[in-house]
């Protein structure tokens, strides 16, 4: 099973795709746009948009018949600082735990 | 001194903190296991965590429970569950049966040069309970981690 990283590197591989980030980081745009400014086909934007969505850097909303994509990095960055959160705590705990190696090992010298 | 602990998340539904120790399996695994060792260090004072009680029957079959004190919540938390399994200086697992959707921990403890290499996997039953861990914070997200993840959102938002 591929890991959400594994989709995330996957979808930023392609040329296109980074500058439709690019300019998405800029503003919101429909897919209609997007095509246009890729030069590319509607079905062919839309593909890549499905890679973006699916890697969750790009969430889009249909509004009548324009479907609109916007960043939606928001996701990745929750997930990269619950992260970050989980590794400050094993840290302290750690750090603590060194201490009571430390005075096991210490224990152990002076019993011998 | 730089960090030497990584958190990854691996798959949909495991996350794995590693860490290095300066000591031999047998002696990091006791301090895994005995009540005594594991409140001094299992509940950090830089998180504002107190250590109400440890209780734990670190065999095969039996239970654990770890309750603690935060000047954030008026009740107690209290997390318990039992042991799968409990070798002896190399590996430990337990469920964590506080809430549904509860992780299962293994431990794995390995020597080598007298330094122990710890690992911690922590899987979920599925990649909806893991994500709504990191949703409510629930795997240990105390409120100082909620600001230290502040500081990480607007950091990752100034250079996004």
């Known amino acids: 099973m591929p890991t959400r990283l594994d989709a995330t590197f996957a979808a930023l591989s392609d040329a296109t795709r980074r500058g439709v980030l690019e ?11 997007l095509a246009d400014t890729f030069h590319m086909t509607l079905t062919g934007m839309k593909k890549h948009v499905g890679v973006l969505e699916q890697a969750g850097l790009v969430t889009t909303r249909k509004v009548g018949r324009v479907r609109t994509c916007r960043l939606g990095l928001r996701r990745l960055e929750e997930e990269a600082a619950w992260i970050e959160g989980q590794r400050r705590l094993w840290e302290a705990r750690f750090d603590a735990l060194d201490e009571v190696v430390e005075d096991l090992k210490r224990k152990e010298t002076v019993d011998d | 001194m730089t960090s030497r602990t990584t958190v990854e998340r691996t798959s949909d539904r495991e996350l794995v903190t590693t860490r290095s120790f300066d000591g031999p399996a047998r002696i990091v695994f006791e301090a895994w296991t005995r009540p005594e060792l594991i409140m001094r260090w299992w509940a950090p004072k830089s998180f504002g965590m107190t250590f109400l009680s440890c209780e734990t029957d670190a065999r095969t079959g039996g239970s654990y429970r770890f309750v603690f004190g935060h000047p954030a ?9 039992r042991y799968i399994e409990v070798t002896p200086p190399s590996r430990l697992v337990w469920t964590n049966d506080e809430g549904e959707d509860g992780a299962v921990t293994t431990v794995t403890f390995e020597e080598d040069d007298g330094k122990t290499r710890v690992v911690v996997h922590d899987l979920y039953p599925s990649k909806e309970a893991l994500d709504s861990a990191m949703a409510s914070g629930s795997t240990g997200a105390w409120p100082e981690q909620f600001e230290a993840l502040d500081d990480l959102l607007t950091a990752l938002g100034a250079s996004a």
């Open chain 1, 23 to 33: 300019r998405l980081g800029r503003s919101d745009a429909s897919i209609t746009e």
């Open chain 2, 73 to 81: 919540s008026e009740q107690p938390m209290a997390f318990f569950g």
